[in-house]
């Protein structure tokens, strides 16, 4: 069993970035804007600007307050789209409540969309044609690159149906010719499906859902979820200590997935920003 190392990979990939960033005569620019006062959201943003920093991404940070109208949203989003300086734009989510974000996330263009969320680039990835795609689902495709794990005819199993993880997720599996099944709180005997899968990513956000016996012997374990447990302390999807054991490879929260997400999202602002 193996515990895998994502703040390595993490850096060694942002290191690569910096370089290409030094060596280009482009400044790539990243605008972060967060609506309101969720403290998680809070530190997520800290946390993608410090990184921006560190890797030479000039970064730009707007931020509204929890009473800002859908107008002021659109309105900031559709200022940021003009400036040249500014390659990649992300509206940092969930917005807070009464806020349409599928509306406002319409006001960021195509080609500064850094999360790859626009309908364009889920297009693009459904027809195999990946140009942004979505950070946290990227970052695991890179770990299990990484790792050596071979997709082509396994049967990989995503549970959560998000538009930000869990379907993007899936259809990157299925680009890499894995047979993939989703999962969601509709699905009858959940256990069973997850006992076959030879790849299981987990994106539910409760604390210990997945258990010893949902994991086969051998599987790798991806765990996407961030959350508390009863102690208060930071934990993934996973009940870590006792699924470890069973599976060749698993991600740990945090130091898993967490620091990848950020990587790609400087990732994908280099690809806006050069142009890829
Ligand atoms: N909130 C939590 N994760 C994300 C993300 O990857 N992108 C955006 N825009 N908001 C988030």
Redesign the pocket.
Known sequence: MKIIDGKALAATLRAELKDKIENSNIQPGLAVVIVGNDP??RI?VRNKIKACGEIGIRSFSYELPETATQKEVEDLLDALAEKDEIHGI?????LPKGLDSEAA?AHIPFEKDV?G?SAENLGLLTLHKEKVV???PLGIMKILENEGVDLCGKHAVVIGRSD??GKPMAMLLLNANATVTVCHSKTVDLKAICRTADVLVSAVGKAKFVTADMVKEGAVVIDVGMNRDEDGKLCGDVDFENVKEKTSCITPVPGGVGPM?ITM?MYNTCITAFKE
């Open positions: 998680a959201s997520y992300l509206l940092q989510l969930p996330m999360d969320f979505a950070c946290t930000t993880v997400t999202l």
